[in-house]
């Protein structure tokens, strides 16, 4: 039996707020969280993902009161992610209404995080958050803290390591293509998805249906993270699980 691909709409939160740009940087707000949720469900999104862009202390526990209304909204898996640091914290946030949980900067500092999430709660739980970029001399450079902080670490080597510590999926942004809408880093989600043996979902860069349908017809990426274009309504959700239909590539259908 193949799997559906998953189309997986992401909000990108600060101060209670859904907000967009593009390479992490230059932020506009796009609309309240609990009620773009609701939205993308009834659209057909397999997924919700909050990253919770700031994550200071304060915007930290208005993700976990958001998530928690927005839980109670969704039958869609809901993945929470953004200033996460420990077990507990992972604890916490799966009990506010997480499906999942995603882990980025605390996980490149103390790597143990992701063994004891999982060990805890499940690797299905916790998700390996990766934001990289291109290295001039070739490769990929995995960077942290929302972008801004080089890691030295290499993001394929970095990325089965985290598959290796227990985290169930890999949620892999390209920096260098966030928010410019010409498609998904096809050369890097391969080379991601193809090192690992769990699931990876491809991220920054989406600009139309056909991007989508090229990361799934051109990679082994699981899922396909979308954010910009769902909120500036430049296209939907039954309208990409149609052209990805069309495309061969299975995907769960919106209910009519």
Not at 69 to 79: G, K, N, S, V, Y
Not at 118 to 141: E, L, Y
Not at 232 to 242: A, C, S, W
Request: with cysteine; glycine share 10%; aromatic share 4%.
């Amino acid at each position: 039996m193949t799997l559906s691909r998953r189309v997986i709409a992401c909000l990108d939160v600060a101060g209670g707020r859904v907000v967009k740009g593009t390479s992490f940087v230059a932020l506009r707000d796009v609309g309240d969280p609990a009620e773009l949720a609701a939205k993308y469900e009834r659209d057909g999104a397999d997924e919700i993902v909050f990253l919770d862009i700031s994550a200071s202390a304060d915007d930290r526990a208005t993700l976990l009161d958001l998530a928690r209304q927005t839980a109670e909204r969704l039958f869609i898996p809901l993945t929470i992610g953004g200033g996460v640091r420990t077990a507990d914290d992972v604890g916490n946030t799966l009990r506010a209404g997480a499906d999942k949980v995603s882990i980025n900067s605390a996980s490149v500092q103390r790597p143990d995080v992701i063994t004891e999430s999982a060990d805890r709660f499940g690797s299905q739980c916790v998700v390996a958050s990766i934001d990289a970029k291109r290295r001039t001399g070739g490769g990929w450079q995995v960077y942290t803290h929302g972008g801004r902080r080089p890691t030295g670490l290499d993001a394929l080597d970095w990325s089965v390591r985290c598959a290796e510590l227990g985290a169930g999926e890999v949620l892999l942004t390209s920096i260098d293509y966030d928010g410019a809408r010409t498609g998904y880093d096809i050369e890097l989600t391969a080379a991601v998805a193809d090192a690992v043996t769990i699931p990876v979902i491809a991220s920054g860069g989406a600009g139309s249906g056909e991007h989508i349908v090229d990361v799934f017809t051109h990679t082994s990426a699981a899922a396909a993270l979308v954010a910009g274009i769902f909120h500036d309504e430049l296209t939907t959700l039954p309208d990409i699980k149609r052209q990805l239909a069309r495309a061969g590539i299975p995907v769960r259908q919106v209910p009519a």
